[in-house]
């Protein structure tokens, strides 16, 4: 069964996901990470301690994310 994910970003920069990061849950986090960064917000880092679950799909997530930085 497949846990929910969520994406939050303060002001400071600091980026955490919870739950898993798998193919059911990437493309909502990748949204969230979207709308944050219209608003202007940039991810100085990111904190996964709190991720139960990765996948192909959440590694590939992670590596985008990184190729931008």
Do not use: C, P, Y
């Not at 979207?34 to 990111?46: F, P, R, S, T």
Request: charged letters at 20%.
């Amino acid at each position: 069964m497949t846990q929910g994910s969520q994406f939050s970003l303060d002001d400071a920069g600091h980026a955490r996901i919870t739950g898993e990061l798998t193919l059911d849950t990437v493309t909502k986090v990748f949204r969230q990470a979207e709308q944050a960064a219209a608003q202007g917000q940039h991810i100085a880092d990111l904190d996964l301690a709190a991720v139960s679950r990765v996948d192909s799909s959440g590694l590939a997530l992670l590596l985008e994310w990184q190729s931008l930085a």
